[in-house]
Nanobody, 120 residues
Framework: QVQLVESGGGLVQPGGSLRLSCAAS????????MGWYRQAPGKQRELVAV???????NYGDSVKGRFTISRDNTKNTVYLQMNSLKPEDTAVYYC??????????????WGQGTQVTVSS
C-alpha cells in the first residue's frame, strides 16, 4: 500500500503565495511521476503540474509562470510553490504519484486533497 499525505493548503489573499507538500509512504520501490491536480466546484479535475523522477516538468496553461513544482526523491515528497495567486485558483488540490511498489506491481495513487481558497 502507498499513501499520500498533503499539507499546506489554506486561505490566502489574491497576489499571495502558498506552498503545498505531499509525502508518499508505504511499500515504494520507485516513484516515476508525481503531480498536482485541482478541482473547483462544478468543474472537472485538471492538471496543475507534474514532475518526473528525473526532474522534467509540465504545467497547466493557467499556472505557467506562477507555480513551480519540485520534488525530493530522497523523501518521496513533491512540492508546489504557488505565487501570484488568483481567485480562480481556488480549488481542492490533489497530489498524485505513480510508480512501482516492492511487490513489483504498479501504483497510481491520490491524496485526500487539500483546500486552497484565494479571497480577500
Amino acid at each position: 500500500q502507498v499513501q499520500l499525505v498533503e499539507s499546506g493548503g489554506g486561505l490566502v489573499q489574491p497576489g499571495g503565495s502558498l506552498r503545498l507538500s505531499c509525502a508518499a509512504s508505504g511499500s515504494i520501490f520507485s516513484i516515476n511521476t508525481m503531480g498536482w491536480y485541482r478541482q473547483a466546484p462544478g468543474k472537472q479535475r485538471e492538471l496543475v503540474a507534474v514532475i518526473t523522477r528525473g526532474g522534467s516538468t509540465n504545467y497547466g496553461d493557467s499556472v505557467k509562470g506562477r507555480f513551480t513544482i519540485s520534488r525530493d526523491n530522497t523523501k518521496n515528497t513533491v512540492y508546489l510553490q504557488m505565487n501570484s495567486l488568483k481567485p480562480e485558483d481556488t480549488a481542492v488540490y490533489y497530489c498524485n504519484a505513480a510508480g512501482i511498489d516492492y511487490g513489483l506491481g504498479s501504483f497510481d495513487n491520490w491524496g485526500q486533497g487539500t483546500q486552497v481558497t484565494v479571497s480577500s
